[in-house]
């Protein structure tokens, strides 16, 4: 078996055609590879690797017409695709995460009513372009070879021609002289890292500022109004039935903490009432209001039979007593359904005392309100 010179300066034998035999390590120093040039290195590591190069294509001509236009369609989506980040991180700030005094008035209709959607529709667009643009720069630009390879072992002979190879790459990709694409990539770069950085937000911002899961917008002095905005006064309502009311503020009748069932008791049922212990006040005469979110799972309740005094929930056929203080006598719920202290203010209608003393909603949320 012959071997090939390996004396320092020279191409170890690479570029002359033929297999290469022994071990890399055994043939080249680390002094000897120092010596080198990238091209080489690269060149080597390919035989030695036992790569077979079947096709290559070089490109576009360096500033050709062919690679201009290429770069510009590049450049271009790279920059859609940072605007577009961008674009979500600025309607992201309006929600008041990172800007607490900025922020969008939550109408039904309009740009804040398209929050969420219009967050979720930026982002995958803006990814989607970046896709599309490393695509684009991989078909238009880059050097294509069609190549066969056999992996060995690695070996540090292995790792220097690896580095040689990347290095190679890297220069191949024209980045270094595309400065529209550089740019484009840092611009979009940005605004894709931003907007990765959204989902942070709640740990910038405490959400739990003020208590939003255990406060509702019912408060002193707050009316009680039906849907279609009217307020109640007591009589209204015939003995045995249920109305549902909300809150008589800006949107109360949109917002899903607030519904709540107010019930006027029949003589015989006011006759057994048992209010719960501390909330013997929270009705009005034979009137009493309670919470319309189950505490199981929050679906609303609102079918009342007045014969047995249960409120029942269809979602999972939970059962409250309105004469015990709305206690859960059947099904899968475990507290009561919090009561709505209320009274009537100087024009005789209904008007609530405070807010709820407990948190509403589900069991997961079983907490008093300090």
């Not at 040039?37 to 690797?49: Q, S, W």
């Not at 920059?79 to 990172?98: D, K, N, R």
């Not at 191949?172 to 002289?177: C, D, M, Q, V, Y």
């Not at 509403?360 to 949320?365: A, F, H, I, N, R």
Request: hydrophobic share 35%; charged share 20%; net charge negative.
């Amino acid at each position: 078996m012959s071997t090939r010179e390996s004396a320092p300066g020279s191409t170890g034998g690479a570029d002359v055609p033929g297999p290469l035999h022994g071990g890399p390590d055994d043939d080249y120093t680390p002094e000897q590879l120092a010596t080198m040039t990238r091209e080489e290195l690269d060149l080597l590591g390919a035989r030695y690797d036992g790569v077979q190069v079947l096709h290559v294509d070089p490109g576009p001509e360096p500033g050709s017409a062919v690679e201009k236009q290429a770069v510009r369609q590049v450049a271009l989506t790279f920059a859609l695709a940072g605007l577009t980040a961008f674009a979500a991180f600025v309607i992201y700030v309006g929600s008041g995460w990172f800007l607490p005094d900025w922020q969008w008035d939550i109408t039904d209709s309009g740009w804040s009513a398209l929050f969420t959607p219009l967050i979720g529709a930026l982002g995958g667009l803006a990814l989607t372009l970046v896709g599309v643009g490393l695509v684009l720069y991989t078909k238009k630009l880059l050097p294509h070879e069609t190549a066969v390879q056999d992996k060995h072992d690695g070996s540090h002979f292995d790792r220097v021609t690896t580095g040689a190879t990347l290095v190679g790459g890297l220069h191949n990709s024209g980045l270094a002289r595309r400065k529209l694409i550089t740019r484009s990539l840092v611009f979009m770069g940005s605004g894709i890292g931003l907007m990765l950085l959204m989902p942070l937000g709640g740990l910038i911002r405490n959400p739990n500022t003020g208590d939003p899961l255990g406060t509702t917008s019912w408060a002193e002095g707050v009316r009680l109004v039906r849907d279609d905005g009217s307020p109640i006064r007591p009589g209204d309502q015939q003995p045995g039935s249920l109305e549902t009311v909300f809150p008589a503020v800006p949107g109360g009748n949109r917002q899903s903490d607030a519904a709540t069932m107010l019930i006027r008791l029949r003589p015989e049922q006011l006759s057994v009432d048992r209010p719960r212990t501390g909330q013997e006040d929270f009705g009005y005469g034979d009137y009493v209001a309670y919470s319309k979110i189950c505490t199981h799972a929050g679906c609303p309740v609102s079918l009342y039979e007045q014969e047995t005094s249960r409120i029942l929930c269809p979602c999972h056929q939970s059962q409250f007593d309105v004469t015990q203080g709305s206690k859960p006598v059947f099904g899968p719920a475990t507290r009561p359904l919090p009561q709505l202290p209320i009274t009537v203010d100087d024009e005789g209608f209904f008007v609530a005392r405070s807010d709820y003393i407990e948190a509403v909603g589900p069991t997961y949320w079983n907490r008093e309100r300090i």
